[in-house]
Nanobody, 120 residues
Framework: QVQLVESGGGSAQVGGSLRLSCAAS????????MGWYRQATGKQREWVAR???????NYADSVKGRFTISRDNAKNAVYLQMDNLKPEDTAVYYC??????????????WGQGTQVTVSS
């Protein structure tokens, strides 16, 4: 059974930094893309960033230049370094991974979510 376990959420001041981590565990053949979404209270889930298996990254305009996504393939992990945080970054952050639990089967998995709160 594949699981994604997140850590690193918490509280920060405006302009501060936080680093989120997410690691995949279980049995699977390979991991393709990994990334992050977020959902603020009363709002729809919003895509934040993505990193491909080759390391190519993409960011939402709202976080570009402030957030950095990276991955460690040896640890089956993805990270989100969040700098220059703003109050509007407050949300529950969810990691996801597109991976192959079997050679010819590709599925998307989600973490449980971690709260990030930015205050002035």
């Amino acid at each position: 059974q594949v699981q994604l376990v997140e850590s690193g959420g918490g509280s920060a001041q405006v302009g501060g930094s936080l680093r989120l981590s997410c690691a995949a565990s279980g049995t699977f053949f390979s991991i393709n893309a990994m990334g992050w979404y977020r959902q603020a209270t009363g709002k729809q889930r919003e895509w934040v960033a993505r990193i491909g298996d080759g390391g190519r990254t993409n960011y939402a305009d709202s976080v570009k230049g402030r957030f950095t996504i990276s991955r460690d393939n040896a640890k089956n992990a993805v990270y989100l370094q969040m700098d220059n945080l703003k109050p509007e970054d407050t949300a529950v952050y969810y990691c996801y991974a597109v991976l192959n639990p079997l050679r010819d089967l590709r599925q998307e998995y989600w973490g449980q979510g971690t709260q990030v709160t930015v205050s002035s």
